[in-house]
């Protein structure tokens, strides 16, 4: 994947943030693919993490919500990742019954993204991917209407 999507040094040794990022698995592989001067950052809310993610030495990883990103995070991003992001798993888009957090997620992420910042995201479900490209498409439109 990581060929595929980031060939030829593209993002080498950048900032990169690692959203819903679970035990960071491929945390070695993202230092090794974008360089050892790659700036990682990762953050997952399951607390119960904390203990193995210190027996794998994991570094990049911060306990928080994404939806808090300035508590955790700072500066600018060359590229915002997520593997297998569970976008709300609770919302139901049809019927409104637990609150939509997800438009102001993306508008605290692009905060933390450069201009010309890459988003790579991983649903885990199908109506999570239409309902991100919804989101996405009126933020661009917004932009757009702004410059």
């Known amino acids: 994947m990581l060929r595929t999507y980031f060939p030829n040094g593209q993002y080498k040794n950048s900032r990169i943030l690692d959203i819903c ?12 693919h974008f360089g050892e001067n790659t700036k990682l950052a990762s953050l997952d809310n399951d607390k119960s993490l904390e203990e193995l ?10 306990i928080g919500d994404i939806r808090e990103l300035d508590r955790y995070i700072e500066g600018k991003f060359n590229l915002v990742i997520g593997r297998n992001v569970p976008l709300n798993p609770n919302y139901n888009a049809w019927r409104n019954e637990v609150p939509d ?13 450069e201009f010309d910042s890459t988003l790579f995201l991983t ?3 199908e109506d999570e991917f239409y309902r991100t490209q919804e ?13």
Request: glycine share 6%; proline share 4%; hydrophobic share 45%.
């Open 123 to 125: 649903l885990v479900r």
């Open 135 to 147: 989101i996405l498409d009126i933020d661009l439109k917004l932009r757009k209407e702004t410059l």
């Open 21 to 32: 990022s679970g035990v960071v698995n491929e945390e070695p592989l993202l230092i090794e």
């Open 53 to 62: 993610l210190k027996e794998l030495g994991r570094k990049s990883v911060r």
């Open 101 to 113: 957090c997800w438009p102001g997620v993306f508008e605290n992420l692009v905060r933390f993204m």
